[in-house]
């Protein structure tokens, strides 16, 4: 990188920083009440694996282990609340940003990263509430992420000595491997690897080279540098991040080999996760992505705005030079005073919305993949708004400032109007009816009253108030070292966060229902027609291995979650658990659920002979 010497201050990076974590804080801190989607899932494997438990193996998980092994770890060293995941995810969004900075200035120069910076830690909260708010595998996966396309880069175009940039790109590899690890879309970065090395090639042979951009790639390479020795630097580039990624991933298979799990996560992760990504056909996918694409792009409308004007000053010198330009071979892609930082910024972006879409859902979270790449496309095209309005008339800059800060403005109050509405509810110490009638404080009301219902806990003790909510965990006798039926509860369905609001124990290694029915969790709640992507013969067997789970630990409570959505997938409905469930009654409940307790033997007795 050229140092500008009229670029900002480390002493400004530091205090733009110390803004920017009071900025995070303020923005998720009060979302510290509630679970979100999946959160509970989250929450109950890592408080499992503290318990004990194997992973894959004896805790039923559909996702790479990092995420729950991180969550572990946190629960080990700072106890298991909400907070300490929330705080954890206020840090960890600074340091993502942090990382977008080091990238930014590297591309351009401090203040564009400073800006890609700010972006992130803003627009990472401005999108689906339930998404962003938690700490999921994509929100997780955007470190190493960026790490792994910074320091490719870095490794790609710097000019330092062939060893640190080998150094560099292995670092680069083990990134990759450890994104892979959080979330299986983390590999499309390999994917950027390969494209962007192609790209510098052909970047380096093209003798052109944009007086704009600060990266050395801008750089001409040295006349005694053939395009051989190019080619075979950017091999051992790509090499090395091979054996980074593959270093990378050694930790992680000699642990789940060690566990005997490697089969249960194949099945769970992979066998499982793509029959979960063919679920819907492809038209409805598609269908899908151009509606949530709209949707993001149009809440989150700067983003979009700075992507077209990248994209267009990128496309029209690409037009403008092609057929004034050979490249160093005489043919081919021909680079011609194209700015390199953004052309590889846009090529990152554009790999990133297809890993992003191979999930076939688009969920809110699922655009965590591509916002590093926005963020720092958004720091440039801001940067050229600004620098072309200056030499616009006042009535046209004052024109489009006002379009953008009107934009801004819609993203900030669609988004964190309810934000303020949440600070308001803690300094005053009760909750508006704005907040009561929110769709994620309703289903947490849902669940944290079944879990009373479980803990055999009255309403009048209900201790619900903005940030204790955890205290219902704690109600009641301790779990001892050899747990009764009483501390055991099973939740048919995909509601793990009642198991976390009531602290018992889960009953079974299935935290969801999706290998006991074939369902994909989020399918019975949208809709009563649904498909199976396993065969009769595997979920039978699962839920053979579920009904030896319950036999075993007889648990106090079951609650059928799935049979208040959709009938056909009731627990009551599989002959081998009915026949379990005439151990249990079902009460007569409003709280959402059909929620079955253990008889006594007594009552057993009685329903026997039919005198009851």
Wanted: hydrophobic share 45%.
């Amino acid at each position: 990188m050229n140092e500008n010497p009229h670029d900002i201050s480390r002493r400004t990076v530091l205090k733009t920083f110390l803004a920017l974590t009071v900025v995070a804080f303020l923005l998720r801190i009060f979302y510290a009440g509630n679970l979100y989607q999946d959160d509970g899932l989250w929450f109950t494997a890592g408080e499992e694996i503290l318990r004990g438990k194997v992973l894959y193996r004896e805790i039923y998980f559909d996702k790479p282990p990092v995420l729950p092994l991180l969550y572990a770890l946190l629960f080990k060293i700072f106890g298991a609340s909400i907070l300490t995941i929330r705080l954890f995810t206020i840090g960890y969004s600074v340091a993502v940003a942090f990382a977008l900075y080091r990238f930014g200035a590297y591309l351009y120069d401090r203040s564009k990263g400073l800006l890609a910076a700010a972006m992130f830690v803003v627009f990472s909260t401005t999108y689906t509430t339930g998404h962003f708010q938690g700490l999921n595998t994509d929100l997780l996966m955007t470190l190493p992420y960026t790490l792994a396309a910074y320091w490719f880069v870095r490794a790609a175009t710097d000019e330092h000595a062939t060893s640190l940039r080998l150094a560099t790109a292995l670092a680069s590899g083990v990134s990759i491997s450890l994104a892979f690890q959080t979330n299986p879309k983390g590999i499309f970065d390999l994917l950027f690897v390969v494209l962007g090395s192609w790209f510098v090639i052909r970047s380096r042979e093209s003798g052109v080279w944009s007086p704009e951009s600060e990266i050395a790639l801008q750089k001409p390479a040295p006349e005694s540098a053939t395009v051989n020795n190019r080619r075979m630097e950017i091999w051992r580039v790509i090499a090395y991040c091979v054996i980074g990624l593959v270093l990378g991933a050694v930790p992680f298979y000699i642990y789940l080999a060690a566990s005997g799990s490697l089969a249960d996560y194949w099945q769970s992760v992979w066998v499982w996760g793509s029959k979960y990504a063919r679920y819907y056909p492809l038209w409805r996918s598609m269908l899908t992505a151009l509606r949530q694409s709209l949707g993001y792009f149009t809440l989150n409308n700067i983003l979009l705005i700075a992507l077209v004007v990248v994209a267009g000053k990128t496309l029209n010198r690409f037009k403008a030079n092609r057929g004034s330009l050979k490249t160093a071979t005489g043919a081919g892609f021909k680079v011609g005073r194209l700015n390199e930082a953004d052309a590889l910024m846009l090529l990152w972006f554009a790999v990133s919305f297809i890993g992003m879409s191979v999930g076939g859902r688009f969920f809110g979270h699922y655009f965590f993949q591509i916002l590093p790449a926005l963020c720092l496309i958004g720091a440039s095209g801001m940067t050229e708004i600004i620098a072309r309005l200056k030499k616009t008339k006042v009535n046209v800059r004052r024109m489009v400032y006002g379009i953008l800060i009107s934009g801004f403005a819609v993203t900030l109050v669609r988004f964190h109007a309810r934000t303020a509405g949440l600070a308001v509810d803690e300094l005053r110490g009760a909750k508006s009816e704005m907040t009561q009638t929110w769709y994620h404080e309703r289903l947490n009301r849902e669940e944290f009253q079944a879990a009373q219902t479980v803990k055999e806990i009255e309403d009048e003790a209900n201790p619900v108030k903005p940030f204790d909510f955890e205290k219902l965990r704690r109600a009641g006798a301790n779990i001892t070292a050899t747990p009764t039926s009483a501390d055991y509860l099973f939740v048919w369905g995909y509601r793990p966060e009642i198991y976390y609001w009531s602290g018992l124990l889960p009953a079974s290694r299935y935290l969801s229902s999706q290998q006991l029915t074939g369902v994909p969790a989020d399918v019975h709640f949208f809709s009563d027609e649904f498909a199976l992507m396993l065969d009769e013969a595997t979920t039978a067997a699962h839920r053979a291995q579920l009904l030896t789970d319950l036999q075993m630990r007889r648990p106090k409570f079951i609650v059928d979650e799935l049979a208040a959505y959709n009938s056909q997938l009731a627990m009551s409905n599989y002959p081998e658990l009915k026949n379990f469930l005439n151990d249990y009654k079902l009460m007569e409940t409003d709280k959402g659920f059909f929620i079955y307790f253990l008889r006594n033997p007594k009552d057993k007795k009685k329903n026997a002979s039919g005198r009851e």
